[in-house]
């Protein structure tokens, strides 16, 4: 079953801060974060592992709540660049090696 | 920086052939994934293989089946193609042999079935 994410779209002004969450009904290993440029492949932006550890990558950062079955994207000072679909992948056996991932939030940045 | 190709960018079917989509990765990973994409579903995977000859299911392999028969190269094949199978599809891999591992995309096949 795939992983719950929201908002599906958010349109924010350049500086904004947003936050993505991303929320599954199994037992999570690991949470891995995806963008999408339109048009381009998918590329890896984080990896967040069981123990609620936060990771960061530029001015983005997500946190891992295992017990509740979550991770949250943040996004602060959102620059043009942040534009693009993210996804969330969820892994439920360990192995990483089958993600399942949620339908993707929309992120547009403007000026 | 790896590198995940796909044969085609844009490709279109008619009902009922037979379509191979391919893909080759240059950095010698063990693992290699497809997934298709559509709007308001995201990414589903279609199948995965962890070795060469090996393959496993993933979340929709109905109507699919692949191919590896040298391990940069993964192939997925549509038996005979049907217009539900329009959709974006998505190669990927990962190094393998460790529990974390970023996957790399290619840049995706645009399959119209008509």
């Known amino acids: 079953q795939q992983p719950v994410q929201s908002p599906q779209a958010v349109i924010l002004r350049e500086g904004e801060d947003a936050v993505i969450n991303c929320s599954s009904s199994?037992?999570?290993?690991?949470v891995h974060w995806y963008r999408q440029k339109h048009g381009e492949a998918p590329v890896f932006l984080m990896i967040?592992?069981?123990?609620?550890e936060q990771k960061g990558h530029e001015k983005i950062s997500a946190s891992f709540n295992e017990k509740k079955q979550q991770s949250s994207l943040y996004l602060t000072a959102s620059q043009l660049s942040y534009s693009g679909t993210y996804f969330c992948?969820?892994?439920?056996?360990?192995?990483?090696?089958?993600?399942?991932f949620g339908t993707g939030t929309r992120l547009q940045v403007t000026l | 920086d790896v590198k995940v190709t796909q044969s085609s960018r844009y490709l279109v079917k008619r009902t009922g052939e037979k379509v191979f989509l391919e893909c080759v990765q240059d950095?010698?990973?063990?693992?290699m994934f497809w997934y298709r994409q559509d709007p308001g579903l995201g990414l589903r995977l279609i199948y995965f293989?962890?070795?060469?000859?090996?393959?496993e299911k993933g979340d929709i392999p109905e109507g699919y089946s692949v191919s590896r028969e040298k391990k940069e190269r993964f192939s997925l094949i549509l038996e005979s193609a049907s217009t539900n199978q329009t959709s974006m599809y998505l190669c990927?891999?990962?190094?393998?042999?460790?529990?974390?591992?970023?996957?790399?995309f290619g840049s995706g096949t645009q399959l119209s079935v008509l």
């Open positions: 992948g969820t892994d439920n056996t360990g192995t990483a090696s089958k993600l399942t």
């Open positions: 199994k037992a999570l290993y690991s």
């Open positions: 950095m010698d990973h063990e693992n």
């Open positions: 990927a891999s990962s190094p393998g042999g460790r529990p974390y591992e970023k996957l790399f």
């Open positions: 967040l592992l069981k123990g609620g």
């Open positions: 293989s962890y070795d060469v000859k090996m393959k």
